[in-house]
């Protein structure tokens, strides 16, 4: 069927036409990549030419567009009018968007459901984890979001030509463009200095108004165009097909094969899926030329991919890239343009599950491409692509085609909301990053759907079991019912369910691997296989806590002037025999996993703490390392073997330090712990001190050869002994016993390394850390040097220099080392099991932090598995051991596996660190003190909170108090002024500049979520002119 009328550039309606032919249906995109994608068409070129030499409210036939409504403010048009002049223009205009069209009765009535829903809705429960929005959207279900969309095209058209007259009658009695500018120049002068008007205001508003009708013009379609791939669930609701068929929200997975030879011919690149946790909407992979990491915009560029998941990607067309302007956005820790997190925080809305409103869409959309350039009315419409030099950097954006492993366990902790009239409830995740899951009524507690409101701040755990291509919800099983939220307790058990961690009782054919008869002793045949150490003096030096004693050291002077020096690690494998029952539980876990008020074991605890901890007074199986070394550290003889030692005390480090501090003090045997009357308390003090200088020595070698420390402040608590709860707070002071302890550890794994690799150079179980991104560290060199620190980032050993650099000398030297610490680690990667045999060049297996060829972990096999790996290797390398019956996949496999479990369990020991100062909070706050800017963003700074190491995120428009806020940004450096109401009215208002090392007064106190907390900034007292 013709439409109504022909606009007079009729020739740009040729191209829809050729797009009905579903088999050329180009690949499908959002509203904003349609856009771009056409600025470098010839035939937009000619559009906006022509557009540019006419005003657009001046065009036939087309009124002013959306644009019109910011006019008629400025020209006092009364609203019931204006009202009526945007319903003509959606329709008489031909660049209008096609889903305004049919749309614009549902505006209103759309917002009304929604706030008629969220006033039902009571909030009773917390925050979503890692993430600073919170509350439940208001869209209980998928098939609803239809309902926000009538069709009334018939009707509107209608209600639209009646009104076309009216319409270019109202447009005809506007201002010129003269009075126009003249009216918003003397509102400007009324705002707040910090809203300074433009230079041209003629030639500004004529910039907007163009730019407007272009962006109408490119978002028209036909209806026989292809339906976009969406880039938010709004979006896809918007677009949901009709006829009683779903509207696929979701990509379909291109085959195995497809992806095999996509990855072959470097087509597709495959990644860990990383989602921020701060604004889920925006996801990242890793580049494989070690670039910006690639972009994925939106939960349907993540194609059902959640959090940790191994991916495939396709890079999307060049005109569909981000335009960054720092290098923060290329990682999502920056603002996004659209403010999500800003605008969830204050409307309590999700958007991947609400229906936006099509204005702010359009809005949005403007508003990005506004940021084009775009120099005279008259030339052209220059691409993102193209202005990367004055507006950033471009970064490469991809989409999900396949999902190579689901490494995310699938399992989530959330709330419950009951769904009238529906076989199923909505269950809302606490971690934004996952969909909306709806589950059968029958995994709900029996009277959940008499009394849901029973239920409101119920904790449960969820596990994902689908989640189909055409919907915007997950579906899934309730397996738990936790408790109640904001208890220690349920919240706990929450983290290690989501984390994947097994934290259930061992089986019975688990403790069958064990010895049983208590107490248990040496077998004689196996001692004599072993080397007897039971006469030297060793001790243990660990956490006055701690329980599971892994490692012992010993230090014995020679006649010659050196030492023999030994590390002697608990021999786990003598117990964790291959491939029975508890290797298997071993293998799977992979690591122990240390919580604030409890510790989930590897192994179980009658291996832990007794059969293999290295307890004093008691024999015990052990693997040694032992050299003959210098009193300046050089290494002369190394020994490797299985051995037999008997601790004769457990040092605390705390009794380590006090002996390194009064090195001429007689200690009492009433000041330590029990100690064998075979080694005298000053035989035991001697070795400390001989092995502190023998570590000083090491340190000083390694850190003068090239190695770097990045030292991270830690938040340690005193517990209630019965109730658990948090009686008090303190940063974890890092000693010289602590530093004598690592450096031997150290020492020992480099030499194990080197031991096995040299003996199995394609099983051995080896530890690599890559070297920092290149172009992140040229992006913070470039912000170092711009801030006046020199900070040399060309090596390891380089950074560690700069680092000790002080800092000024005064009582905040501290902190500012630890915020620049903090930026350096930005461009740092993780550390990474790896299987020699699986890398084929050894420059990739190098340690960059210790600036070492090889390195492993040997000192640990209580707690993990690697290191179990690692010993088993040395037995059998020694020939006191069977074969290790692994191949090189396997041990990759392994060694990818113990990856995933370490990061999980460092994730989840920092969620109940922050849980439980929470709680601290919540108890003992509100609190005050002193925080360092580490970092600036547009309408937000991070601070360290100093004297209780937390970071926080302070967001300028709920600062109370504030007037304004205005950001700028000067080459890499970005800075925040704030503009503070007077205290006495008669008074002007305060400024107060925020940027990188700045001081401010924060004030901690609870969130009306459970155990949340937030950081309140304080108005300045006295702030520099």
């Known amino acids: 069927m013709d439409p109504p009328r022909q606009p007079k550039n009729a020739h740009l309606n040729r191209e829809p036409k050729r797009s009905q032919n579903p088999s050329a249906a180009p690949p499908q995109k959002d509203a904003y990549a349609r856009?771009?994608?056409q600025h470098n068409s010839s035939k937009f070129h000619l559009f906006v030419e022509q557009f540019a030499?006419?005003?657009p409210l001046q065009r036939e036939g087309c009124g002013p567009g959306p644009m019109l409504e910011a006019q008629s403010d400025r020209l006092h048009i009364p609203p019931r009018k204006r009202d009526q002049v945007l319903n003509d223009v959606s329709a008489s205009c031909d660049f209008s968007p096609s889903f305004m069209k049919n749309k614009d009765e549902s505006s209103a009535s759309a917002p009304q459901?929604?706030?008629?829903?969220?006033?039902?809705?009571?909030?009773?429960?917390?925050?979503?984890?890692?993430?600073?929005?919170?509350?439940?959207?208001?869209?209980?279900?998928?098939?609803?979001?239809?309902?926000l969309i009538p069709n009334h095209s018939k009707r509107h058209q209608r209600k639209n030509k009646e009104s076309c007259k009216e319409t270019e009658a109202t447009a005809g009695h506007l201002k010129s463009p003269k009075k126009v500018n003249a009216s918003v120049q003397e509102q400007v002068k009324m705002k707040m200095k910090k809203k300074v008007s433009p230079k041209h205001p003629k030639e500004e508003n004529h910039r907007e108004e163009m730019l407007q009708s272009a962006v109408e013009s490119q978002m028209s379609k036909p209806k026989s165009s292809p339906a976009p791939i969406f880039n938010s669930h709004a979006d896809a609701a918007k677009n949901k097909a009709g006829r009683g068929s779903k509207k696929q929200v979701f990509e379909p997975y291109m085959t195995l094969e497809e992806v095999s030879h996509g990855l072959k011919r470097g087509e597709l690149i495959q990644g860990q899926l990383r989602i921020n946790p701060k604004k889920y909407h925006e996801a990242f992979i890793p580049s494989p030329d070690d670039t910006w990491d690639i972009f994925l915009d939106g939960i349907v560029a993540r194609n059902r991919g959640l959090n940790g998941d191994i991916?495939?990607?396709?890079?999307?067309?060049?005109?569909?890239?981000k335009v960054v302007k720092s290098d923060t956005d290329c990682e999502g820790a920056s603002e996004s343009d659209t403010q999500a997190e800003l605008r969830a925080q204050k409307k309590s809305q999700r958007p991947d599950v609400m229906a936006e409103k099509r204005r702010g869409d359009l809005s949005e959309l403007i508003s990005k491409c506004q940021k084009t350039s775009l120099s005279d009315p008259g030339e052209r419409l220059e691409g993102c692509s193209t202005s990367q030099s004055s507006e950033g950097i471009l970064q490469k954006t991809a989409k999900v085609v396949y999902i190579v492993e689901r490494k995310h366990s699938r399992a989530v902790t959330g709330f419950l909301k009951f769904l009238q009239d529906k076989p199923f409830a909505m269950f809302s995740p606490v971690d934004h990053r996952v969909p909306r899951v709806n589950v059968p009524l029958r995994d709900c507690p029996a009277d959940f759907c008499s009394r849901p409101g029973d239920f409101l701040s119920t904790l449960f755990i969820c596990r994902i079991t689908d989640w189909p291509a055409d919907s915007n919800y997950a579906e899934g099983r309730l397996e738990k019912s936790l408790g109640q939220a904001g208890e220690i307790e349920p919240e706990t058990e929450g983290i290690l369910t989501e984390y994947d961690i097994d934290c259930s009782d061992f089986q019975d054919d688990v403790l069958d691997c064990l010895p049983r008869n208590l107490p248990w002793t040496i077998p004689p045949e196996e001692m004599n296989k072993r080397r007897d150490l039971r006469k030297e003096c060793i001790f243990t030096i660990d956490p006055a806590t701690a329980r599971d004693l892994d490692d012992a050291l010993s230090c014995k002077p020679l006649a010659d002037g050196n030492f023999e020096v030994g590390v002697h690690i608990a021999d786990v494998s003598y117990f964790v025999e291959e491939d029975n029952a508890l290797d298997g539980v071993a293998r799977q876990r992979a690591t122990s996993v240390y919580l604030v008020q409890k510790m989930v074991p590897m192994l179980p605890r009658l291996l832990c703490e007794e059969l293999c901890s290295l307890n004093p007074l008691t024999d015990r199986l052990t693997f040694s390392v032992m050299w003959k070394i210098t009193p300046e550290g050089k290494i002369l003889s190394e020994w490797f073997g299985r051995s037999v030692i008997r601790s004769c005390v457990k040092l605390s480090y705390d009794h380590a330090q006090s002996m390194i501090d009064q090195p001429q003090r007689l200690f009492s045997a009433e000041e330590l712990p029990p100690v064998d009357p075979e080694h005298p308390i000053d035989e035991i003090h001697r070795a400390v001190l001989d092995l502190h200088s023998i570590a000083k020595n090491l340190r000083a070698q390694r850190f003068s050869g090239g190695a770097l420390r990045l030292d991270q402040i830690k938040l340690s608590f005193s517990l209630d002994k019965e109730t658990m709860m948090p009686q008090g707070c303190y940063i974890y002071q890092y000693k010289d016993s602590n530093k004598l302890v690592e450096e031997f550890m150290l020492l020992a794994n480099i030499a194990t390394a080197h031991h096995i690799y040299r003996k199995f150079p394609k099983l051995a179980m080896l530890r690599c850390h890559p070297p920092p991104k290149a172009k992140l560290v040229e992006k913070l060199q470039e912000l170092c040097s711009q801030l006046g620190i020199h900070v040399d980032l060309s090596s390891a050993g380089a950074l560690h220099k700069s680092l000790n650099t002080v800092l000024g000398d005064d009582e905040y030297t501290s902190a500012r080392r630890e915020v620049l610490t903090h930026m350096c680690s930005r461009p740092m990667q993780m550390a990474l099991y790896f299987c020699s045999g699986a890398v084929k060049e050894e420059q990739f297996f190098k340690h960059y932090a210790l600036n070492v060829p090889l390195y492993t972990h040997f000192t640990s096999p209580i707690r993990r598995y690697a290191d179990i790996i690692v010993h088993r290797l040395l037995a059998s390398s020694l020939n006191c051991g069977p074969h290790l019956g692994l191949s090189t996949e396997e041990i990759r496999k392994q060694a990818s596996h113990c990856n995933d479990k370490k990061t999980a369990s460092k994730r989840a020991h920092e969620l109940s660190t922050d849980l439980f100062f929470g709680v601290f909070v919540k108890e003992c706050?509100?609190?005050?003190s002193v925080a360092m800017v580490m970092g600036v963003l547009d309408q937000s700074f991070d601070v360290l909170v100093h004297q209780y190491g937390v970071q926080k995120r302070i967001y300028c428009k709920s600062v109370d108090g504030l007037l304004s806020f205005q950001h700028r940004k000067v080459g890499m450096r970005s800075e925040i002024t704030l503009v503070w109401a007077p205290e006495d009215l008669e008074d002007p208002p305060v400024e107060q500049v925020i940027s990188i090392f700045s001081l401010v007064d924060v004030q901690l106190k609870a969130d009306a979520a459970p155990l949340k907390y937030k950081a309140v900034l304080k108005r300045p007292e006295d702030v520099p002119s």
């Open 53 to 55: 030499k006419n005003p």
């Open 311 to 321: 991916v495939v990607v396709q890079i999307l067309p060049q005109e569909q890239w």
């Open 113 to 147: 459901e929604g706030e008629k829903r969220q006033s039902t809705s009571v909030q009773r429960h917390g925050q979503r984890r890692d993430t600073a929005t919170s509350q439940d959207g208001d869209i209980e279900s998928g098939e609803e979001l239809g309902s």
């Open 35 to 37: 856009l771009l994608s």
């Open 925 to 928: 706050g509100p609190l005050e």
